[in-house]
């Protein structure tokens, strides 16, 4: 009889853990428990009247190379600009032959981290001609 998981949550980590119990062990029914209708936790994109919102203010990073590797196999990055891309003029290193973001939903978007600090009643930034920047 196999021995049952209850995982807690659908996020990030929810899923992975599921995931890998049921690619290393034969021995476990995984249960993933998650109390919205939608998966991805506070990490997840929703689709409101059109308009597509991530809800988190996440990115996905890790130094640990086990961990990149794992997500893209589960989401290819992406192979070619997205409209926001586009409409920014950002520079953004596609990985050959991945998938096209305006074409697919299953794709990682590879984006830039941005950092605002709002320190003693103030947000640190500074405006250009084209785009507002974080003071160094």
């Not at 893209?72 to 192979?79: A, D, H, V």
């Not at 070619?80 to 520079?91: F, K, M, Y």
Request: aromatic share 6%; charged share 30%; proline share 3%.
């Amino acid at each position: 009889m196999k021995k049952k998981a209850v995982i807690i949550g659908a996020g990030p980590a929810g899923i992975t853990a599921g995931c890998e119990l049921l690619k290393n062990s034969d021995e476990y029914d995984v249960v993933i428990l998650e109390q919205s209708d939608s998966i991805g936790g506070i990490s997840r994109t929703v689709n409101h009247e059109g308009n597509r919102m991530d809800m988190g203010g996440h990115r996905f990073f890790s130094k640990d190379e086990r961990v990149n590797r794992w997500w893209e196999e589960i989401l290819k990055m992406q192979g070619s600009p997205s409209s926001d891309d586009i409409a920014t003029s950002r520079d953004v290193h596609c990985s050959e032959g991945g998938p096209d973001p305006e074409q697919q939903d299953e794709v990682m978007l590879l984006r830039r981290r941005v950092s605002r600090i709002y320190y003693n009643k103030k947000l640190k930034i500074k405006s250009t001609k084209n785009k507002l920047r974080t003071k160094n």
